[in-house]
C-alpha cells in the first residue's frame, strides 16, 4: 500500500496556502493522504514534480478537481428526501412564501436536480430559490449541464422508486451523446457559484442547508467552524441536513439546534 | 503456552468479510468472551441501500452491541463496529474513526482494503487482521499491508468457507498467520481474552 509522509502532506498545504489561498490543513487527515496519492497516481508524479506542478496556476484547477470527492448520486438515502418532502418543506411554506435552499459542497449537482424534482412535484418550484456551491469551478460546470453517465442512472432511478416519486425519472432526462442530459428548466432558478467553504463568508440567510457527506472530509476544528457558518446563514428555525452518519453531538454550536430527525440527521436552528 | 502464542499488546481486532461470511460472523460475535477488552471493527460487504436491518440482525446475536459509528467517532475497547452501508470506513491517528464516500474499491463500498490499510496505519504491530469467505479479492492487499506493518493475519480455512477467494487471496498476497476454522476463531477470541485477565 502506498504511503506519504505527512511532513510532505505538509510542504503541499502550505504551498496551496501561500500561493493560492486554499487551506487544506484542516481536512481530514487520512482522506487527504488518499487524495493526494490519487493524483500522483492519475497524473504519474513523485511528490517533488507534484509540488513543481503546483506552482503552475493552470495545474490548480486540476488539483482542486482530484482533492475534492465528487461521488454522489441522486436521491441517495430515499429515506431522507421522504422527510424533506412530507415534512421538512411543508414547515417551512408555513412561515414562508418563498424558500432559501443552499447547496454546500454540491459537487456535480445530483442532489440540486433532486431537489428540483421533489419540489416541482410538489408544485413549489417557483417558489424557491436555490444557490448552489463548491470550491471546484470544474465539478460545478457538470453539475450546470446536469450530463451525467447513463450507467450512473440505474441508481438513480432505483433511488427514484424508493423515494416514491409521484412520476418516473426518465421523464426529467433525454439520452444524448452517450448521457443522460438533465431537464434545463429543473435550474431555471439555481444559481451556481463557486465558494470555499473553509476560507468563504457568509453570504446570504436561508431556509435550508443541504451538507451531506461533505464535513466528512474536514477534521474536527473544520466542521466547527464550517457548522458556525452554517448556524449563521441559517433564519431562526431553519433547518440543516448533514449526512446520516455524520453528527452534531460534538460540535461546540450543538446547543443552538434541535435534532428534527435523527435518523435523517436533520436539525434546526432554534437559537440565534 | 497456548496454541496461537499471544500476548496482551494487540489493541483492535479488524474482521474482512463479503459473500458467505455472515453466518461465521454470527457465530464469533455469539460466543465472545464476556468483556472482551478489545474494538472489534467489521467491514463486511452489504447491499448498498439498504441502511438498516444488518446491524439489528448482528446485534440480537452478539454478546456484545454493535453498532455502525459516526464520522468522528472515538473507538473504545469492548465495542464492536461495523461499517455502515454506502461508506467506507477508516481509522485515523486519534483512534477515531472517519467515514468517506470515495470512489469504490474492488467495486465495494465499504472497502475492506481501505478499513485493514487504515487500521494498520494506526495500530501497527498492535493489529488483528482476520479475513473470512468471499467472491472477491477486497481485503488482500488489507492483509498484506497489516503484516507489513508487523500486525498478526488470520484467515478462515479456505476449505471451510462458502467462496474462498477472499482468504486466498490474502493467502496469495502475504505471509498468514494463522488459517482457521470459525470454531478456531472463536477458541482464538478466548485466548486473547484470556491475556487481558
Known sequence: ?272 | MSRFKLNNRYKAVVIGGSAGSFQGIVKILSNLPQDFPLPIIMCLHRLKHVRNGFVEALSIKSIMEVTEPYDKENIKKGKVYLAPANYHLCIELGNYFSLSTEEMINNSRPAIDLTLGTAAYVYRDKLIGILLSGANRDGGLGMKYIKERGGLTIVQDPQECMIDTMPNAALSATTIDHVLKIDEIVEFFNELNKQYK
Open chain 1, 1 to 272: 500500500m502506498k504511503e506519504i509522509d505527512i511532513a510532505d502532506l505538509k510542504r503541499i498545504t502550505e504551498l496551496v496556502k501561500t500561493k493560492y489561498n486554499y487551506d487544506f490543513t484542516n481536512y481530514a487527515m487520512s482522506s487527504f493522504k488518499r487524495r493526494i496519492l490519487r493524483i500522483l497516481e492519475i497524473h504519474n508524479l513523485t511528490v517533488e514534480e507534484l509540488i513543481k506542478r503546483l506552482h503552475e496556476s493552470s495545474f490548480l484547477d486540476d488539483f482542486l478537481n482530484e482533492i475534492t470527492v465528487n461521488v454522489t448520486e441522486m436521491f441517495r438515502d430515499p429515506p431522507f428526501w421522504r422527510v424533506l418532502r412530507d415534512d421538512i418543506i411543508p414547515a417551512i411554506l408555513l412561515n414562508h412564501q418563498k424558500i432559501r435552499i443552499w447547496h454546500a459542497g454540491c459537487s456535480s449537482g445530483e442532489e440540486v436536480f433532486s431537489m428540483a424534482i421533489l419540489l416541482k412535484e410538489m408544485g413549489i418550484l417557483e417558489n424557491v430559490s436555490v444557490i448552489a456551491t463548491d470550491l471546484d469551478t470544474n465539478i460545478l460546470e457538470v453539475a450546470k449541464s446536469g450530463a451525467y453517465n447513463l450507467k450512473n442512472m440505474e441508481l438513480n432511478e432505483k433511488n427514484y422508486i424508493r423515494y416514491q416519486g409521484t412520476s418516473s425519472l426518465s421523464k426529467y432526462y433525454k439520452e444524448a451523446n452517450g448521457k443522460a442530459v438533465l431537464d434545463k428548466s429543473l435550474i431555471e432558478n439555481v444559481s451556481f457559484r463557486k465558494h470555499d467553504l473553509v476560507k468563504g463568508e457568509v453570504f446570504n440567510k436561508f431556509d435550508l442547508i443541504l451538507c451531506r457527506n461533505v464535513m466528512i472530509y474536514f477534521n474536527q476544528t473544520l466542521q466547527n467552524d464550517v457548522l458556525r457558518k452554517f448556524h449563521e446563514s441559517l433564519f431562526k428555525y431553519g433547518y440543516l441536513a448533514i449526512g446520516s452518519k455524520e453528527s452534531l453531538i460534538w460540535c461546540d454550536i450543538a446547543s443552538k439546534f434541535i435534532v428534527v430527525n435523527n435518523e435523517e440527521k436533520v436539525y434546526k436552528k432554534i437559537k440565534d
